[in-house]
């Protein structure tokens, strides 16, 4: 199956600053990628689908000037925690679809990044 | 409003006995359901898809079902290993192209 990789797997940060957080298909190549969200005990949260080429799309109340999302190839997609707060703090997590599409179809998750802001 | 409902509380088994883990689910019709085991730190990983006309699904150690009428999925793990010990998720396909997960349901296999 493919393998998905993000980088960094955990940060710290000031409040008010920014991070970038990379996601990588190393097998195959991915139009769409998908970034989740995932608060403890909770229920993984679609926040957008990142579109090789083209703007993402956001999910509704997920601001899309606080999460930038860029997908500049085919296999990478970063999405960027700007002027992040502690309410940020989460376990973030990309992934993408066997067909390199929609996200209905079997995922391939990456291995998490968790986010804690100071 | 929709709903996926999983067991908050983590099922204690014994080795060597059968886990079985429920998935309700509210206001969905799925075209089909996905069964992910989650550990803990880590991302989701696929074990099993099934279909709507489908009733049954089995992959080694795990069996799903999937009764649209009762709008339930079960997921059994035969024989359970201290390694099954995870949280296990599962998610539907929706109408508006996105996977939905529920909040998960944890194992513990006790040897």
């Known amino acids: 199956g493919a393998v998905v990789s993000q980088h960094p797997s955990w940060v710290i940060c000031k409040s008010g600053t920014s991070v970038k957080i990379e996601c990588r298909s190393l097998?195959?190549?991915?139009?769409?990628m998908f970034w989740y969200r995932q608060f403890p005990k909770q229920s993984l949260m679609l926040m957008a689908t990142?579109?090789?080429?083209?703007?993402?799309?956001?999910e509704q109340g997920v601001e899309k000037d606080k999460f930038l999302i860029n997908h500049a190839s085919l296999t990478l997609s970063t999405l960027t925690v700007t002027s992040a707060h502690p309410e940020d703090s989460s376990f973030y997590i990309c992934s993408t679809g066997t067909s390199g599409r929609t996200s209905t179809d079997t995922q391939y998750f990456g291995p998490g990044t968790r986010l804690t802001v100071l | 409003s929709q709903k996926i409902e999983q067991n908050s509380e983590a099922l204690n088994i014994q080795e060597g006995k059968t886990a079985t883990l429920t998935c309700n689910y509210t206001?969905?019709?799925?075209?089909?359901l996905q069964w992910y085991r989650q550990d803990p730190g880590r991302g989701p990983v696929f074990l099993l898809l099934?279909?709507?006309?489908?009733k049954e699904k089995r992959k080694e150690r795990l069996k799903v079902t999937f009764d649209t009428t009762l709008k339930q999925s079960l997921f059994h793990i035969t024989a359970s290993q201290p390694a099954d010990s995870a949280t296990y998720l599962c998610a539907l396909a929706h109408g508006n192209n996105r996977l939905a997960f529920g909040k998960g349901n944890q194992v513990v296999v006790i040897p």
């Open positions: 097998d195959f190549q991915a139009t769409t």
């Open positions: 099934i279909r709507e006309n489908e």
């Open positions: 206001n969905y019709s799925p075209a089909y």
């Open positions: 990142s579109n090789e080429g083209s703007k993402a799309t956001y």
